[in-house]
């Protein structure tokens, strides 16, 4: 298991912006793929945006061009900004990483809450 640790989490508006970050305790050289989940209440976990080394990040449809997921490969992080926040984005936000020796590996999660 990879260790990730989230940070970035908060209080934020209507349409404003946060930045979550997640920092890895493996090189991400050998994680393929780094992302984020999310779980509100009562709903299901669902996938918010996922990286997959040498290929096009993949987002939610709910995303809608409001987020981005980012590597930096030296720090073993990853990050997602995330613009526009509307209420629906409250959630506990879940780092995800996954390698073929490794396995998956989650955070620990961090809360976004946008209210008004």
């Known amino acids: 298991q990879v260790q990730l640790v989230e940070f970035g989490g908060g209080l934020v508006q209507p349409g404003g912006s946060l930045r979550l970050s997640c920092a890895a305790s493996?090189?991400?050289?050998?994680?393929?793929?780094m992302g984020w989940y999310r779980q509100a209440p009562g709903k299901q976990r669902e996938s918010v945006a996922l990286i997959r080394s040498g290929r096009r990040p993949n987002y939610a449809d709910f995303v809608k061009g409001r987020f981005t997921v980012s590597r930096d490969n030296a720090q073993n992080t990853v990050y997602l900004q995330m613009n526009s926040l509307e209420p629906e984005d409250t959630a506990i936000y879940y780092c995800?990483?996954?390698?073929?020796?490794?396995?998956?590996?989650w955070g620990q999660g961090t809360q976004v809450t946008v209210s008004s």
């Open positions: 493996a090189s991400i050289f050998s994680i393929h793929t």
């Open positions: 995800f990483a996954e390698s073929t020796v490794l396995g998956a590996s």
